[in-house]
């Protein structure tokens, strides 16, 4: 039997090209065209794991060492749950991917005498990848967005600093939230502080009293150029509080309110 090694690892990329980018639409993970690209082509080296004489155990755990390289080069490293969760959706879609194309292969391509099954026609590993992989796949992320309705408040937005720094971030929509500034009525963006880099505690940083479910108290803010939100625009005229705890929402860097949705149109 020839095997064609080319036309192998490009079919093997061709899929984890589709799965990184299917996890990129279910998860709302913030990616690009060239880290899906590089990061398909590092799960494309599996492949090259037929050729190297392994035993089951250690193939299973080079196989999932190198799923875990593929997310995180592909959407970053934020902690252990950011991390698995990216990395269960991306099995479960080809669990999907690789259950359709082997049903489809038994019944276009196999054929059967009582128990015994032959070979007999072409295999649709090619076709599949061309036509019905992105068909199956779509079906699959359309329920998926259906069924994760949380994720639809999850914006990806670039958050431009006086200083000229750029910060790229996932913010989630809180309808509830309506913190704002006493003085000015700004909203009020709750960013984790470990996305600024500048020296905010010198003299950039505003007081701004706030009052919470019978707490209150003095939260840091600074003042921003401008923000650009996917799917709105860019806003103005607001504020970015500097929140010392970790936002507890998988993948989200900032929480803002409905508000900033309303602000200033740049």
Same mark, same amino acid.
Request: hydrophobic residues 50%.
């Given at each position: 039997?020839?095997?064609?090694?080319?036309?192998?690892?490009?079919?093997?990329?061709?899929?984890?090209?589709?799965?990184?980018?299917?996890?990129? =639409?279910?998860?709302?993970?913030?990616?690009?065209?060239?880290?899906?690209?590089?990061?398909?082509?590092?799960?494309?080296?599996?492949?090259?794991?037929? +050729?190297?004489?392994?035993?089951?155990?250690?193939?299973?755990?080079?196989?999932?060492?190198?799923?875990?390289?593929?997310?995180?080069?592909?959407?970053?490293?934020?902690?252990?749950?950011?991390?698995?969760?990216?990395?269960?959706?991306?099995?479960?879609?080809?669990?999907?991917?690789?259950?359709?194309?082997?049903?489809?292969? #038994?019944? +276009?391509?196999?054929?059967?005498?009582?128990?015994?099954?032959? +070979?007999?026609?072409?295999?649709?590993?090619?076709?599949?990848?061309?036509?019905?992989?992105?068909?199956?796949?779509?079906?699959?992320?359309?329920?998926?967005?259906?069924?994760?309705?949380?994720?639809?408040?999850?914006?990806?937005?670039?958050?431009?600093?006086?200083?000229?720094?750029?910060?790229?971030?996932?913010?989630?929509?809180?309808?509830?939230?309506? #913190?704002?500034?006493?003085?000015?009525?700004?909203? =009020?963006?709750?960013?984790?502080?470990?996305?600024?880099?500048?020296?905010?505690?010198?003299?950039?940083?505003?007081?701004?009293?706030?009052?919470?479910?019978?707490?209150?108290?003095?939260?840091?803010?600074?003042?921003?150029?401008?923000?650009?939100?996917?799917?709105?625009?860019?806003?103005?005229?607001?504020? =970015?509080?500097?929140?010392?705890?970790?936002?507890?929402?998988?993948?989200?860097?900032?929480?803002?309110?409905?508000?900033?949705?309303?602000?200033?149109?740049?």
């Amino acid at each position: 039997m020839k095997i064609y090694i080319d036309l192998v690892l490009l079919l093997n990329f061709g899929f984890d090209l589709i799965l990184l980018f299917v996890v990129a =639409i279910l998860l709302r993970r913030q990616t690009n065209l060239k880290r899906l690209i590089l990061g398909a082509l590092v799960g494309s080296i599996t492949i090259l794991s037929m +050729f190297i004489e392994m035993k089951s155990l250690e193939l299973f755990l080079v196989k999932i060492l190198i799923s875990i390289i593929m997310v995180i080069i592909t959407f970053g490293y934020r902690d252990i749950h950011y991390m698995f969760k990216n990395l269960f959706y991306l099995y479960t879609s080809s669990i999907l991917l690789g259950g359709f194309l082997y049903f489809l292969n #038994l019944q +276009f391509s196999y054929h059967n005498e009582g128990l015994v099954f032959y +070979f007999n026609g072409l295999s649709v590993n090619v076709i599949a990848l061309i036509i019905l992989s992105p068909v199956i796949l779509y079906c699959y992320v359309k329920q998926g967005l259906h069924l994760k309705n949380h994720y639809h408040h999850y914006y990806h937005v670039d958050i431009y600093l006086k200083s000229g720094e750029v910060i790229e971030a996932t913010a989630f929509l809180d309808t509830g939230n309506h #913190l704002t500034d006493p003085y000015k009525k700004r909203p =009020i963006l709750l960013m984790n502080k470990n996305l600024i880099s500048i020296n905010y505690e010198k003299d950039l940083a505003l007081l701004v009293p706030y009052d919470a479910l019978n707490y209150h108290g003095l939260l840091k803010c600074i003042i921003p150029d401008r923000i650009f939100i996917q799917g709105v625009g860019f806003r103005s005229n607001f504020l =970015i509080g500097i929140s010392n705890e970790k936002i507890q929402l998988d993948g989200v860097d900032c929480i803002m309110g409905s508000s900033l949705l309303e602000g200033s149109l740049i």
